[in-house]
């Protein structure tokens, strides 16, 4: 065999057990933890929408944000088993964004680095999220909410040196984020990860509306709390910071008042059928 010939058989070799890689971290347990992670995902911002929702009404109390949530669950018949099954799932999340990170996601762009830094903070996020849910069954079941998680880092933020930028800065990533969430959903970039051959026309209808309306909503959350931390490095004041709950209840005092809070909690609670649609149809 010529020298031409063995490097050509060992890169191929390489690319061979790299491809072994690749199947073995898709296999049925990242499969099964991705799905899970995805209606752990859907229940979550269902009720995030739902408790939205009483707000817009005039008779919510509960935060709107992942802490009202998982209290919202536990307060049902066998509540704490849901909560530790909420947790498992997001873990699930973290994992499969984990294995996307390491050996890249589906699809003919799944390996750039960009994506494979994304889901890394993808993976961090959802991490973050599952840790937060399983401390409220193994603590005493008093969840700080996002209001006052997002003031707290923001006021440690603002005491570093250069604490303002660095404020500003994660403003701006927020607000980018939410952004880019809202303009892929609208530009239907979910489509690629389905499986369109195991979906009936009315599936894929239905799907597509929830993916573009629950998406957008979701963007606009995003965005409308990076503004608020824009706001909080530009005064220097961290009380300004809002999460989730404090971003929803602000659309009260817009024009539109609570109509626009209805709106978006409808589209936050169609984001969450729409995960939990992704559960069923999403190539992994």
Not at 48 to 59: C, E, N, P, T
Not at 95 to 122: H, I, M, Q, T, Y
Not at 131 to 139: A, D, H, I, K, N
């Amino acid at each position: 065999m010529t020298r031409g010939g063995l490097r050509a058989r060992l890169r191929a070799s390489r690319g061979a057990g790299a491809a072994g890689a690749r199947r073995a971290a898709n296999g049925s347990v990242v499969d099964t933890a991705a799905r899970w992670g995805l209606v752990a995902r859907g229940t979550i911002y269902l009720l995030i929408g739902v408790l939205a929702l009483r707000i817009a009404d005039g008779g919510g109390s509960r935060e709107a944000d992942s802490s009202g949530a998982v209290q919202e669950l536990a307060r049902q018949p066998f509540g704490e088993a849901l909560v530790w099954a909420i947790g498992a799932g997001l873990l699930g999340m973290a994992l499969w964004r984990l294995s996307e990170a390491v050996f890249g996601a589906s699809g003919p762009d799944g390996r750039k680095a960009s994506k494979r830094a994304l889901n890394a903070g993808r993976c961090v996020f959802y991490g973050f999220v599952a840790f937060s849910v399983l401390t409220f069954v193994t603590s005493s079941k008093n969840s700080e909410g996002s209001d006052a998680k997002s003031r707290d880092l923001t006021a440690r933020a603002l005491e570093l040196p250069l604490g303002r930028w660095l404020v500003g800065l994660v403003g701006l990533v927020v607000l980018g984020v939410g952004i880019g969430i809202g303009v892929r959903a609208a530009r239907r970039t979910f489509h690629k990860h389905l499986k369109k051959a195991q979906m009936s026309r009315r599936v894929r209808h239905v799907v597509d509306v929830l993916g573009v309306t629950g998406g957008v909503a979701r963007g606009l959350v995003y965005a409308a709390a990076g503004v608020f931390v824009l706001i909080a490095a530009v005064d220097y004041d961290p009380q300004k910071a809002k999460g989730v709950d404090g971003t929803l209840r602000a659309l009260t005092d817009t024009p539109a008042g609570p109509w626009l809070l209805g709106l978006v909690a409808l589209g936050l609670a169609v984001f969450g059928l729409f995960s939990i649609a992704l559960a069923r149809y999403r190539r992994v």
